[in-house]
Antibody, heavy 125, light 107 residues
Framework: EVQLVQSGAEVKKPGESLKISCKTS????????IGWVRQVPGKGLEWIGI????????RYSPSFQGHVTISADKSINTAYLQWSSLKASDTAMYYC??????????????????WGQGTTVTVSS | IALTQSPDSLSLSPGERATLSCRAS???????IAWYQQKPGQVPRLLIY???KRATGIPDRFRGSGSGPDFSLTISRLEPEDFAVYYC?????????FGPGTKVNVK
């Protein structure tokens, strides 16, 4: 069974750094793109970016480029989302999700088929 | 590519038909459109990919259609468990974006 298990809720102050994780199992981690989606309380889904663990290629939404870093560690089948300096506006639920798309990224796209349970990030002074 | 969804919300009764619209700011190549359902407090669930293909385990009352910039999701007969928010998503071959969602309420 494919599973994505995310790290627990975080409470941080503005300006602090944070790295949340998404541990995967049940499939070949290196062979699938995996990414992150933000959901501010009461609002819609926002796509943040993705990483291909096979070669660590990353792609970011322009809205998040430069503010977050996505990475993956093939040795422990885990993807990460990190901030170097959090803002209050980063308060949200963050989901990781496997992206069913070709390795090169353009030959096919079959949706975000498996999601983690979500990590709540609260940034408040 | 930006996505808009209409209506913002829909009030229907169980058994009725729901038609949700998703419009892209430009043509979506290869019909790289997916639809997701999200219930309160739950993780989004993939319903449809490639505009019209149902994901594994999705009942056939869910039907996706469309091409170019215009896509739709139709729920033929609403079941009690179908009242939720529905999001469309596009992939332009490089980046993704979601629509703002349509909430299907019980009338």
């Amino acid at each position: 069974e494919v599973q994505l298990v995310q790290s627990g809720a975080e409470v941080k102050k503005p300006g602090e750094s944070l790295k949340i994780s998404c541990k995967t199992s049940g499939y070949s981690f290196s062979s699938y793109w995996i990414g992150w989606v933000r959901q501010v309380p009461g609002k819609g889904l926002e796509w943040i970016g993705i990483v291909y663990p096979g070669d660590s290629e990353t792609r970011y939404s322009p809205s998040f480029q430069g503010h977050v870093t996505i990475s993956a560690d093939k040795s422990i089948n885990t993807a990460y989302l990190q901030w170097s300096s959090l803002k209050a506006s980063d308060t949200a639920m963050y989901y990781c999700a496997r992206h069913l798309m070709s390795a090169g990224g353009s030959d096919y796209f079959y949706g975000l088929d498996v999601w983690g349970q979500g990590t709540t990030v609260t940034v408040s002074s | 590519i930006a996505l808009t969804q209409s209506p913002d919300s829909l009030s229907l009764s169980p058994g009725e038909r729901a038609t949700l619209s998703c419009r892209a700011s430009q043509s979506v190549g290869r019909n790289y459109i997916a639809w997701y359902q999200q219930k309160p407090g739950q993780v989004p669930r993939l319903l449809i990919y490639a505009a019209s293909k149902r994901a594994t385990g999705i009942p056939d009352r869910f039907r996706g259609s469309g091409s170019g910039p215009d896509f739709s999701l139709t729920i033929s007969r609403l079941e009690p468990e179908d009242f939720a928010v529905y999001y469309c998503q596009q992939y332009d071959g490089s980046l993704f974006s979601f629509g703002p969602g349509t909430k299907v309420n019980v009338k």
